[in-house]
T-cell receptor
């Protein structure tokens, strides 16, 4: 059972554009929602994370928007750069288990 | 801070052989996690330790898989009688006692079973 659904599977954006990736979850016990960035052959790197007591969190060019009632959250990459070309994963965990449940990933390609 | 390290980075083995992977977490991190990632998919949880205690195991962790963290520092993941379906990237992550949810991943061990 896929508890975190991520879309789109792939995304092409022009340099300077905005990349938007969406995730939806089912388990209402989830209370921590991180995003990871992964380059080929590397492990996932923590990018930004949010808890459900806030609706938005911004760090540099990366913003998470969170909608608790809809059980959805999204990542916005502003001013996308070729170096942002990577696979992005949303994830979720609860205080009880702490294990991360990942979405299926979004492959982002930023064209110069 | 040297980050999470994993060895070997790549392992090629023949079906039926046993393999063992090692993970060294970030110093002072008391939680250590193992995940498996197949091509084009997100990582899937296998098991985790708090200090030396193994607190949870996924149903993905069949009887052929065993993980240990004997002194609460490094961990090993052993796969016995490997099968072609075991081919994947095996990822290790660690977190500390104050921010359990922030997990930092190592580079992974890519296993290929021929």
């Amino acid at each position: 059972q896929q508890q975190v659904k991520q879309s789109p599977q792939s995304l092409i954006v022009q340099k300077g554009g905005i990349s938007i990736i969406n995730c939806a979850y089912e388990n209402t016990a989830f209370d921590y929602f991180p995003w990871y960035q992964q380059f080929p052959g590397k492990g996932p790197a923590l990018l930004i994370a949010i808890r459900p007591d806030v609706s938005e969190k911004k760090e540099g060019r990366f913003t998470i928007s969170f909608n608790k009632s809809a059980k959805q959250f999204s990542l916005h990459i502003m001013d996308s750069q070729p170096g942002d070309s990577a696979t992005y994963f949303c994830a979720a965990s609860s205080a009880a288990g702490n294990k991360l449940t990942f979405g299926g990933g979004t492959r982002v390609l930023v064209k110069p | 801070d040297t980050g999470v390290s994993q060895n070997p980075r790549h392992k090629i083995t023949k079906r039926g052989q046993n393999v063992t992977f090692r993970c060294d977490p970030i110093s002072e991190h008391n939680r250590l996690y193992w995940y498996r990632q197949t091509l084009g998919q997100g990582p899937e949880f296998l098991t985790y330790f708090q200090n030396e205690a193994q607190l949870e195991k996924s149903r993905l962790l069949s009887d052929r898989f065993s993980a240990e963290r004997p002194k609460g520092s490094f961990s090993t993941l052993e796969i016995q009688r490997t099968e072609q379906g075991d081919s994947a990237m095996y990822l290790c992550a660690s977190s500390d006692r104050t921010t359990y949810n922030e997990q930092f991943f190592g580079p992974g061990t890519r296993l290929t079973v021929l």
